[in-house]
C-alpha cells in the first residue's frame, strides 16, 4: 500500500538556519503530495502541495519539489523563523483516497 | 461554519464506558475523514465517508470503534468499551470532494484521556 516516511526529529535549528526535511513516499501511480503543519495549540493546517512530477509547491517561504525519480517531496526554507517552530507533517493521496501521513517531524527554532 | 468544528475538545473518561466525538465539517464538504494520532505518532487513519457513506472504513482498529454521518453534515465517532490505548487526540477533516487534489481541511481535534 501507499506510504510515506519522513524524517525523524525533532529538529531544532538557530533562526535564519537553512531547512530541510526530507519525505520519501511509496505509491503505484502518480500521486498528489501535501505538506502539513501543526502549530503549538492549533489544528493541522496545508502548507502546501503538488499534483504532478515536477511541480513544486511553495508557500510561507517554504517550498518542496515532486520528484518521481527518487520519489521524494523534501521541504525547504532557505532562512527559518522562531514563529516557523511546528509539527510538519508530509502526506500523501491518490484520486478520492485517504491522506496517507508520514509521522510527522517536529521542528523547534531558537532566537 | 467557518472551520470544521470538534466537540468536545477535551474528554476524559473511564475505562469501560462509551465516548461519543462530534464533528461538523465546513458547510459543502461532501468528504469527511476520521483520523487518530496518538502521543509522539503519525496520523492514523480510521474512516473516510463520501456524502452519508462510508467507502473506506479500513482504518478503524475494532469493532469498539464506529462512526455515522448525517447526509453531509455531521459525523459522530462512538467508541464503546474504551481501553488506556484509546486515549489519544482524534481529528476529523474535510474536503470538497475525495482527496487528490483537493485540499482537507482539519478540525482542532478531540483529546481523549481513558484512565
Known amino acids: 500500500g501507499n506510504s510515506v516516511t519522513q524524517m525523524e526529529g525533532p529538529v531544532t535549528l538557530s533562526e535564519e538556519a537553512f531547512l530541510t526535511i526530507n519525505c520519501t513516499y511509496t505509491a503505484t501511480g502518480y500521486p498528489s503530495l501535501f505538506w502539513y503543519v501543526q502549530y503549538p495549540g492549533e489544528g493541522l493546517q496545508l502548507l502546501l502541495k503538488a499534483t504532478k512530477a515536477d511541480d513544486k509547491g511553495s508557500n510561507k517561504g517554504f517550498e518542496a519539489t515532486y520528484r518521481k525519480e527518487t520519489t521524494s517531496f523534501h521541504l525547504e526554507k532557505g532562512s527559518v523563523q522562531v514563529s516557523d517552530s511546528a509539527v510538519y507533517f508530509c502526506?500523501?493521496?491518490?484520486?478520492?483516497?485517504?491522506?496517507?501521513f508520514g509521522q510527522g517531524t517536529r521542528l523547534t527554532i531558537n532566537p | 461554519g467557518a472551520g470544521v468544528s470538534q466537540s468536545p475538545s477535551n474528554k476524559v473518561t473511564e475505562k469501560g464506558k462509551d465516548v461519543e466525538l462530534r464533528c461538523d465539517p465546513i458547510s459543502g464538504h461532501t468528504a469527511l475523514y476520521w483520523y487518530r494520532q496518538r502521543l509522539g505518532q503519525g496520523l492514523e487513519f480510521l474512516i473516510y465517508?463520501?456524502?452519508?457513506?462510508?467507502?473506506?472504513k479500513s482504518g478503524l482498529p475494532s469493532d469498539r470503534f464506529s462512526a455515522e454521518r448525517t447526509g453531509e453534515s455531521v459525523s459522530t465517532l462512538t467508541i464503546q468499551r474504551t481501553q488506556q490505548e484509546d486515549s489519544a487526540v482524534y481529528l476529523c477533516?474535510?474536503?470538497?470532494?475525495?482527496?487528490?487534489?483537493?485540499?482537507?481541511?482539519f478540525g482542532q481535534g478531540t483529546r481523549l484521556t481513558v484512565v
Open positions: 477533516a474535510s474536503s470538497f470532494s475525495g482527496l487528490g487534489t483537493t485540499e482537507a481541511f
Open positions: 502526506a500523501l493521496s491518490q484520486g478520492a483516497q485517504k491522506l496517507v
Open positions: 465517508f463520501q456524502g452519508n457513506s462510508a467507502p473506506d
